[in-house]
């Protein structure tokens, strides 16, 4: 009898990723034949080979889809297509039962792919509005899963469904010793984490490392400040950066008592469910399609989240906030107590099993 099989896809960013890592596991322990699809030099490539090393990892061309004036963007719709023809070598090699994708470029020839092999697809989508690459590929799924409930009112209300967030299990499991062990700190201060997201924070790294020794007076600090952006000239007591970490995640989490980051919907919400009293400076619309302040507010009307624009951070603005932050905490905590958590990785397993 033949196993039942399941390809996932997305890529580009940390986030469109980070579901399927919650995911995989799941069929995996149940006997499932699990593959990927992703980009060739996306960070997905690096976390999936990582993580799941017993995975099949197919990587396609993908082009960029830009919001912006670029040369590519004549360019890039036959990359489009070339993977187009790249996902469906491996549908027609895997003979996938269903395909989830979390979204990103690289889903979107996917998607098409999933049409054409008529391969049942759900999509999950993270933030409020959905994004380029998933308006695109909504066309082509036959099940549309949301993290926030106004996300409904921008998709096929058919074939839609709210789901609510989807947590990693093994951020549950971090322990909090080990954490500050980990990293060189101790527990007689407390400890603030600065996540710029995987591809880092220009910006977000500036301002806290131009008033570090400030900081040090009040916190211990982790300092996620992504590829490329490490100072190791920058030594101090207290102080620990990183480019990114995996493993160390959960332990570093489960360590930390104050939260400065982005606002991308998986990351917020997994601070949401571990109870951390959360800063978030989104990205600019200069710099996005403005989906993280959409995010960010949401958290912010909710009582979960205090939030501080990019254009106006400032040394000054920082400090302020982090000390609204620090006064704020426990009345941020017991809200978030009363949140409604999302469904459990078994129960989303069984929502695509469903789709065969």
């Given at each position: 009898?033949?196993?039942?099989?399941?390809?996932?896809?997305?890529?580009?960013?940390?986030?469109?990723?980070?579901?399927?890592?919650?995911?995989?596991?799941?069929?995996?322990?149940?006997?499932?034949?699990?593959?990927?699809?992703?980009?060739?030099?996306?960070?997905?490539?690096?976390?999936?080979?990582?993580?799941?090393?017993?995975?099949?990892?197919?990587?396609?061309s993908s082009g960029k889809l830009r919001r912006y004036a670029s040369w590519q963007n004549v360019t890039d719709p036959f990359r489009v297509l070339k993977g187009v023809g790249d996902a469906l070598r491996v549908l027609r090699k895997r003979k996938p039962d269903v395909i989830f994708s979390k979204g990103g470029f690289v889903s979107v020839p996917v998607a098409l792919a999933a049409k054409v092999?008529?391969?049942?697809?759900?999509?999950?989508?993270s933030d409020v509005t959905p994004g380029l690459a998933n308006k695109l590929a909504m066309p082509f799924a036959n099940q549309i899963f949301t993290t926030f409930p106004e996300t409904l009112s921008y998709t096929p209300k058919e074939k839609s469904t709210f789901v609510g967030a989807v947590i990693r299990e093994e951020l549950f499991k971090g322990d909090a010793s080990h954490g500050r062990a980990l990293a060189g700190l101790h527990n007689g201060k407390p400890i603030l984490m600065m996540m710029g997201g995987s591809l880092g924070a220009k910006k977000l790294n500036e301002a806290l490392r131009s008033q570090i020794d400030r900081l040090l007076e009040h916190f211990q600090i982790i300092h996620l400040c992504g590829k490329g952006n490490m100072h190791p000239e920058l030594v101090k007591d207290g102080y620990k950066q990183y480019e990114f970490v995996t493993e160390e995640l959960p332990h570093f989490l489960a360590a930390t008592d104050f939260v400065i980051s982005r606002a991308g919907s998986n990351s917020i919400f997994e601070f949401l469910a571990l109870k951390k009293p959360m800063l978030l400076i989104p990205l600019s619309k200069q710099a996005s399609r403005g989906d993280q302040i959409l995010n960010a507010n949401s958290f912010?009307?909710?009582?979960?989240?205090?939030?501080?624009?990019?254009?106006?951070?400032?040394?000054?603005?920082?400090?302020?906030?982090?000390?609204?932050?620090?006064?704020?905490?426990?009345?941020?905590?017991?809200?978030?107590?009363?949140?409604?958590?999302?469904?459990?990785?078994?129960?989303?397993?069984?929502?695509?099993?469903?789709?065969?």
């Open positions: 009898m033949k196993k039942q099989s399941i390809v996932f896809t997305g890529g580009g960013s940390a986030g469109h990723v980070s579901v399927n890592v919650a995911l995989m596991p799941a069929f995996i322990k149940a006997g499932w034949e699990v593959a990927y699809i992703g980009s060739k030099n996306g960070i997905e490539r690096e976390m999936i080979t990582e993580q799941f090393p017993n995975v099949p990892y197919y990587p396609i092999s008529k391969t049942p697809m759900a999509i999950h989508e912010a009307k909710l009582g979960y989240a205090i939030v501080l624009e990019e254009e106006n951070v400032t040394e000054a603005t920082l400090f302020n906030e982090l000390q609204a932050l620090v006064s704020q905490s426990n009345e941020m905590k017991e809200k978030m107590g009363h949140s409604t958590s999302g469904m459990t990785i078994e129960q989303m397993k069984k929502k695509i099993e469903e789709l065969i």
